[in-house]
């Protein structure tokens, strides 16, 4: 069984900065870690996710050049760095954990496993 724990988020103003961190307890083989964000009435939509083994990183479009996908050492822990940050990022923001060599890691029915949600909210 795998928990997720998350940390971070917040208010900021537009132009601001955030971090989340996402802590993954449990052993179990796990070969992608997103963030996702949702919003009252719409999908959830992956906005960041890494493959744990290559680090490889893959981005929604808007948010790349702003926002950064990383991983600690042992791979247990995924941070995101949220930058120039828009009133339209506001969202709760979730860790997912996915147990899928070639998942298509954006895409929210790749996961199994998700954090409690952090809120992110950006004032124009």
């Known amino acids: 069984q795998v928990q997720l724990v998350e940390s971070g988020g917040g208010s900021v103003q537009a132009g601001g900065s955030l971090n989340l961190s996402c802590q993954r307890i449990?052993?179990?083989?796990?070969?992608?870690m997103a963030w996702f964000r949702q919003v009252p009435g719409k999908e959830r939509e992956g906005v960041a996710a890494?493959?744990?083994?290559?680090?490889?990183?893959r981005y929604h479009d808007s948010v790349k050049g702003r926002f950064t996908i990383s991983q600690n050492n042992d791979k247990r822990t995924v941070f995101l760095s949220l930058n120039s940050l828009k009133p339209e990022d506001t969202a709760m923001f979730y860790c997912?954990?996915?147990?899928?060599?070639?998942?298509?890691?954006?895409?929210?029915?790749?996961?199994?496993?998700w954090g409690q949600g952090t809120q992110v909210t950006v004032s124009s």
């Open positions: 890494i493959y744990t083994r290559s680090g490889n990183t």
């Open positions: 997912a954990a996915g147990p899928f060599l070639n998942a298509n890691i954006l895409s929210a029915p790749w996961y199994n496993y």
């Open positions: 449990g052993d179990s083989d796990i070969y992608t």
